[in-house]
T-cell receptor, first 114, second 116 residues
Framework: DAGITQSPRHKVTETGTPVTLRCHQT?????MYWYRQDPGHGLRLIHY???????DKGEVSDGYSVSRSKTEDFLLTLESATSSQTSVYFC?????????????FGSGTQLSVL | AQKITQTQPGMFVQEKEAVTLDCTYD???????LFWYKQPSSGEMIFLIY??????QNATEGRYSLNFQKARKSANLVISASQLGDSAMYFC?????????????FGAGTRLAVHP
């Protein structure tokens, strides 16, 4: 258990509304990531953070923004949700085990945009 | 561009037998890492095993081993003595571009069904 909590676990919203997903970690990891999972695509990186207020885009960042005002929280915001953003969203952290950096995931958030 | 390919959308295996899940990758970077994750029906992503490109030996973690063939650019997952609880989606992933801060590129996954 890498100490990652995602909230909410499930959310249903309407097209055009703003949505914020939260990722909280308790172990002071520097690197945090947001991925989305869609059928046939595996997981794709949306945004990532390499420190407080340090973030960068992934491969599918359009329509999403992120913020990291403190080490433990990484927020993903959909400014105006669209049906194409219906997906399962995973937060992840990097953890160094003494030899290699490994990625561990939270439990996921199922988002439905109607 | 880096790419991960899992060519088996679905596999099945009898309980207690071994099964190999295929993964091929493409990268021009000599330094990379390869991961396997398990996703059961409950949805969480569970880290299974990791192989670094410079590791001299194939990685093993309990019943999981990684058959790493660098020249062929393959990193197949071998599960020995399959159990019913091994039924899940399995994803192969590769650490992304240089300086990628552990950005992973995932394959599309293989669904494994273990039959009693």
């Amino acid at each position: 258990d890498a100490g990652i909590t995602q909230s909410p676990r499930h959310k249903v919203t309407e097209t055009g509304t703003p949505v914020t997903l939260r990722c909280h970690q308790t172990e002071n990891h520097r690197y945090m990531y947001w991925y989305r999972q869609d059928p046939g695509h595996g997981l794709r990186l949306i945004h990532y953070s390499y420190g407080v207020k340090d973030t960068d885009k992934g491969e599918v960042s359009d329509g999403y923004s992120v913020s990291r005002s403190k080490t433990e929280d990484f927020l993903l915001t959909l400014e105006s949700a669209t049906s194409s953003q219906t997906s399962v969203y995973f937060c992840a952290i990097s953890e160094f085990d003494g030899q290699n950096e490994k990625l561990f995931f939270g439990s996921g958030t199922q988002l439905s945009v109607l | 561009a880096q790419k991960i390919t899992q060519t088996q959308p679905g596999m099945f295996v009898q309980e207690k037998e071994a099964v190999t899940l295929d993964c091929t990758y493409d990268t021009s970077d000599p330094s990379y890492g390869l991961f396997w994750y398990k996703q059961p029906s409950s949805g969480e992503m569970i880290f299974l095993i990791y192989q670094g490109s410079y590791d001299q030996q194939n990685a093993t973690e309990g019943r999981y081993s990684l058959n790493f063939q660098k020249a062929r650019k393959s990193a197949n997952l071998v599960i020995s003595a399959s159990q019913l609880g091994d039924s899940a989606m399995y994803f192969c992933a590769m650490r992304g571009p240089p300086g990628g801060y552990n950005k992973l590129i995932f394959g599309a996954g293989t669904r494994l069904a273990v039959h009693p």
